[in-house]
């Protein structure tokens, strides 16, 4: 049996070195990547609570709002109700 040429040997060895460099690679995308997916999930996370805030701090301010007006009416009505007594 014939030795392969010596150019065919290296070729062999750089494919080889080739093909693990590329393993190597794919497997540093795929760790960045999911280190990426992470830390969205987790921006998403902190983005749906701050959401959550401003919307309870909108409803808070409504109803403040609404307890203002009720207060004020209630206090037009007892104004009105003492300039029709007599005392």
Do not use: G
Request: charged share 40%.
């Amino acid at each position: 049996m014939r030795t392969p040429p010596e150019a065919y040997l290296i070729f062999k060895a750089e494919l080889k070195n080739a093909q693990l460099e590329k393993e190597k690679l794919r497997k540093a995308y795929e760790d960045k990547l999911s280190e990426l997916n992470k830390e969205l999930a987790r921006l998403k996370e902190q983005i749906a609570a701050q959401q959550e805030l401003m919307k309870t701090t909108i409803d808070y301010a409504i109803r403040i709002e609404q307890d203002m007006d009720h207060f004020k009416q209630e206090v037009e009505h007892n104004k009105t109700q003492r300039k029709n007594t007599f005392h």
